[in-house]
């Protein structure tokens, strides 16, 4: 296993809290790709190749949340170094956004134009941003449809959206050069907001921290304040608090008294 997998086994999957709380919620499937396949079937490696493929996983760990009908809410790619209570806790909070979800999808089952166009968007705030433009590819493009005029601004919003999915994926050709001018270009011209201004800013914040610390600095400060309960600004105050030694504060952290070592 990578050092990440290993962490969160022993940080957290194999905690009592995390085998305690969260088979309540969900039903748990480990999904396992060891360079050494000699003790794995060919029936586990065709599983798994068939399910990193259908949910489209590029790295390991991933953890992905899924609905009754196995359609996915939750993405998160590495781990963080959280402790088992916060982790258990973060799960939890994605139930209730499922839960959101849900009540705006049938919200917009009764509605119309432009009115339903607005409930798809409520729904898809809830997701988690990496999932939005993939698994949720077909409900972005009926709220463009829908908002056609833009009354709304959703359809410039889910432009912003899709250029900056257009920007990340094309980085590593582009390189980082042509791929700040772009990002700086979609924060002037385009104008996103919420986790779409959080996405560019953290990008951005990458691509300058060699030449620029200060500036790296303030682009996360201003990220995080732009969606400041997101798991992406739960990572930024890691990274402000260990590269730059500034504390921002996301949700507080769950008491650890209930975390016990097997």
Same mark, same amino acid.
């Given at each position: 296993?990578?050092?990440?997998c290993k962490a969160l086994q022993k940080s957290v999957l194999s905690q009592d809290i995390f085998k305690r709380e969260a088979p309540k919620q969900f039903i748990l499937l480990l999904l396992d790709n060891p360079r050494d396949k000699s003790h794995q079937s060919e029936e586990e490696q065709a599983q798994y190749k068939r399910l990193a493929d259908e949910f489209q996983v590029t790295g390991v760990p991933t953890v992905f949340l899924a609905d009754a009908v196995g359609r996915p @809410? $939750?993405?998160?790619?590495? @781990? $963080?170094?959280?402790?088992?209570p916060q982790y258990v806790a973060n799960l939890s909070e994605k139930t209730k956004a499922r839960e959101t979800r849900d009540q705006f999808l049938a919200k917009a089952e009764e509605a119309q134009g432009v009115a339903r166009a607005q409930f798809l968007h409520q729904a898809m705030q809830q997701i988690d941003t990496s999932l939005v433009l993939t698994t949720y590819k077909q409900t972005v493009q009926e709220i463009i449809e829908l908002d056609e005029n833009n009354e709304a601004g959703l359809k410039k919003q889910y432009a912003a959206k899709i250029e900056l999915e257009r920007i990340k994926a094309s980085s590593q050709i582009a390189g980082p050069?042509?791929?700040?001018?772009?990002?700086?270009?979609?924060?002037t011209e385009m104008k996103p907001g919420g986790r779409d201004l959080q996405e560019a800013l953290f990008l951005k914040a990458q691509l300058i921290y060699r030449q620029d610390r200060e500036g790296c600095k303030q682009a996360l400060i201003t990220a995080h304040k732009a969606a400041p309960d997101s798991d992406t600004a739960r990572n930024?105050?890691?990274?402000?608090?260990?590269?730059?030694?500034?504390t921002i504060k996301s949700k507080p952290e769950p008491p650890e008294t209930d975390a016990r070592t097997p």
């Open positions: 296993w990578c050092p990440p @809410y $939750s993405k998160q790619v590495g @781990y $963080s170094g959280e402790k088992a050069d042509a791929t700040l001018k772009s990002v700086d270009k979609l924060l930024i105050s890691r990274i402000l608090l260990q590269v730059f030694k500034t």
